[in-house]
């Protein structure tokens, strides 16, 4: 058996990451500097212009301290 790719949903993903970094009291430009992400690309992530790679996807959600498990938020 194999894993299907999952298509994901960048507004969701977009809202739960700017409701999780905030509900942390990040600050935007300073976790992407922490996570060595441009500025602009975590604009794109947090308005569901771009979706971070998988590897970036897992930084980040490590960063936030949550999963990114599908259908669950954790903030």
Request: hydrophobic letters at 40%; a positive charge.
């Given at each position: 058996?194999y894993?299907k790719?999952v298509k994901v949903?960048?507004s969701?993903?977009?809202s ?5 970094r ?9 976790m992407?500097?922490d996570l ?10 947090e308005?569901?212009l ?8 897992y930084?980040i959600a490590?960063y936030?301290n ?9 903030v």
């Open positions: 058996m894993n790719p949903d960048s969701i993903l977009a739960r990451l700017k409701l999780c905030e509900a942390r009291g990040i600050n935007k430009a300073t992407a500097r060595n992400i441009t500025a602009s690309s975590m604009t794109y992530y308005s569901g771009a979706v971070p790679s998988v590897d970036k996807l930084a490590d936030l949550t999963s990114i498990e599908i259908g669950r938020a954790h």
